[in-house]
């Protein structure tokens, strides 16, 4: 048993879960939200020389996309040493 | 020197590099040949991923597509890019925890059956193929053009190199390669981009040159300027599509849920060393692919504003044909440029109404390029390298996952448990070189249907095995059951759907008649959902899964007491 008790595997999964489901939900809005849904009203706005939703749908996601990916390893990293379950450094 | 001679060496240079990889890093165990021995570092192996997963298509072909869709174009880059945020955030941590070789190995431990193995053995062996006859052809396209030697020769020779480093190295030689092969791909894509992106704009990034002001002294935006240009010729303006919303959403959603379920995009977060690696290798190979990714529709734009000012005269007059610069009669020569002279005025023009005399296929714009901006030589035979390299990687990754899918999941799992470590290394190379004389075969031969086929693959593997994988993490209850019946609803549905619309009925497939709006190209999506909703009912309908894969659920859940990926 990795954990020490039941209620901690709870929680660190609890954790993760939440981590992995607001991580998500950004992924969601930039590119479905800004790049589809919402790309006539946010083409209104300009962002130097792009209309913003197209700006989102070719550029804007992407880079969002390789943010969320750095910070989720940064956190679960975190999260594996606050619970002890990361890997032994052999 | 001219083209040939140096688009010769260039190319010849980097194959030298490749088969000196694949001598150097040879494969001794079946556990290097699948998974190069778990040993393999986080962001070598992201730039593996990249190469493995950008293929000829978008190399040669999305920077291309783009510059006709313009906002439309946007469903690849996100739909080819979103996915990974998935593979990192909900299947690679867990499948490297896991442990084993392929996707079929864990659907078949998690639901604990031979029938759910076989059904992931077939998807994946399928989806596999589909893919590399495209690539092969890719190959073949990439010679004939620029060493003016026929494709059937340039498949053969492309079948050769792959061959050698594939069946050799396996996952441990075709890891190394692609790292080179990335390096080749992405220096190839840039140069011509950046030198573009200088001309028309003075930026050197092209990310910033797409939303900056012309180079011409007018003052206008480049976007501003292609959008005007695209009206006045009767098209949509650049920058709005002319797909409805729910297709865009459905087709994007198909693409990223395509790829996180691809298998030879999932094994390759199996070569690392540790939990925390996979996770950060998923986002190595984005930043990898991004660098592409985002310069894409930067060059498309470049292009489009390029070929229409080239075409139609800087007056909008169109120019005369005896004027015209050479690329256009060098591409004719191929069929992919033809001009008729409708209104007999001596004058090309390209427009989107029935002012229109030009047919430009759109693979030819990245290939053709270099030559439209009148850059050196050597650009275009790095180009040429370029494409090669993007087709020769993912080839060797869609071969390594059928070799591994016939020798592992096939034979060994499932028909021969006896044989050896030796004899199962050695069924894999005879699987592998089967594998490269199929592929070469479609490559040479091609089914009319190769670009219709990869909407299949994708919509195939976001219907089947993505539920079944995020299920079988995320959820205790899913039971074989459950998986059984929702991956075979939701191929069904899919395959079907694209079935009749591609190659029953084409002549029907129009908006009108799709369900809910939603194309082909998109139904993967409804597809998946379907799979979701079916295992889930069926679960709570039949007997709850054994203790013993609760536990190994239980297992993967965490990073503590990863080991190296292991057969038993």
Aim: aromatic share 14%; proline share 3%; charged share 15%.
């Amino acid at each position: 048993m990795a954990f020490e008790s039941k209620e901690k595997a709870a929680a660190y999964w609890r954790a993760n879960i939440r981590l992995m489901l607001s991580l998500l939900a950004v992924w969601f809005v930039v590119s479905y939200g800004f790049g589809i849904l919402l790309v006539d009203w946010l083409d209104q706005v300009r962002f130097f020389g792009f209309k913003l939703g197209f700006w989102f749908s070719q550029q804007g996601s992407i880079f969002t996309f390789v943010v969320l990916i750095f910070v989720y390893v940064a956190r679960m990293n975190k999260l594996d040493r606050d619970f002890g379950v990361q890997e032994d450094d052999s | 020197m001219d083209i040939q001679t140096a688009t010769l060496l260039i190319v010849g240079f980097t194959f030298v590099i490749y088969i000196g990889i694949a001598i150097w890093s040879r494969a001794g165990s079946t556990n290097e040949f699948y998974v190069a021995g778990g040993g393999i570092h986080p962001v070598a192996n992201g730039m593996a991923t990249a190469a493995d997963w950008m293929s000829a298509a978008s190399f040669i072909s999305m920077a291309g597509l783009i510059s006709f869709l313009g906002y439309d174009g946007g469903v690849y880059l996100m739909g080819w890019t979103g996915g990974y945020v998935l593979l990192a955030l909900c299947l690679a941590p867990y499948l490297r925890k896991f442990g084993k070789f392929t996707v079929p190995d864990f659907i078949g431990d998690r639901y604990y059956s031979q029938t759910a193995r076989t059904v992931a053995v077939v998807c994946a062996i399928f989806v596999s193929f589909t893919y590399v006859a495209g690539q092969m052809r890719g190959v073949g396209v990439v010679f004939s053009r620029f060493l003016e030697v026929d494709i059937t020769t340039g498949v053969v020779i492309g079948m050769g190199v792959v061959f050698f480093y594939a069946v050799l190295g396996g996952m441990k030689g075709i890891t190394y390669t692609q790292v080179a092969q990335y390096c080749v791909l992405i220096f190839a894509y840039l140069v011509p981009a950046i030198f573009i992106s200088i001309m028309m704009t003075g930026h050197v990034i092209p990310q910033l040159g797409f939303g900056a002001e012309m180079n011409d002294g007018s003052g206008t935006y480049l976007l501003d300027k292609l959008d005007g240009l695209s009206q006045e010729l009767g098209f949509t303006a650049y920058t709005d599509g002319s797909k409805s919303t729910i297709d865009v959403f459905f087709i994007t959603a198909a693409l990223m849920l395509g790829t996180a379920g691809l298998p030879h995009v999932i094994v390759r977060f199996f070569t690392v060393p540790k939990v925390r690696d996979a996770r950060s290798s998923a986002g190595w190979a984005l930043v990898f692919i991004a660098i592409l990714y985002t310069t894409a529709p930067a060059l498309a734009s470049f292009a489009r504003v390029n070929m229409i000012n080239t075409i139609n005269g800087p007056e909008a007059q169109g120019t005369l044909y005896e004027e015209a610069p050479s690329w256009v009669s060098n591409w004719e020569k191929t069929g992919l440029i033809t001009w008729e002279d409708k209104n007999a005025d001596g004058r090309m023009f390209y427009a989107g109404d029935e002012r229109n005399e030009m047919k430009i296929d759109r693979d030819i714009m990245v290939l053709a390029n270099p030559e439209i901006a009148q850059l050196p030589i050597w650009v275009i035979a790095l180009v040429a390298a370029g494409g090669i390299a993007a087709a020769l990687s993912t080839s060797a990754g869609l071969l390594l996952v059928i070799s591994t899918s016939v020798s592992h999941d096939l034979l060994k799992r499932n028909l021969m448990p006896n044989i050896s470590d030796r004899q199962e290394l050695f069924y894999a190379r005879v699987a592998a070189a089967v594998g490269i004389c199929v592929a070469g075969y479609l490559g040479i031969n091609p089914p009319g249907f190769v670009a219709q086929v990869v909407a299949f693959a994708f919509g195939l593997a976001a219907s089947s095995f993505f539920p079944a994988i995020i299920l079988g993490i995320f959820s205790k209850r899913m039971n074989k059951e459950g998986a059984i019946a929702g991956m075979l609803s939701g191929i069904t549905f899919t395959a079907a759907y694209i079935i009749y619309f591609k190659f029953i009925n084409p002549a029907a497939n129009v908006p009108d008649n799709w369900l809910l709006g939603i194309s082909p190209e998109g139904i993967g999506t409804l597809g998946m959902l379907i799979n979701f909703i079916v295992a889930i009912i069926v679960s709570k309908v039949t007997t709850a899964t054994p203790d013993s894969v609760q536990e190994l659920v239980e297992s993967i859940r965490h990073p503590k007491g990863a080991g190296g990926a292991a057969a038993h």
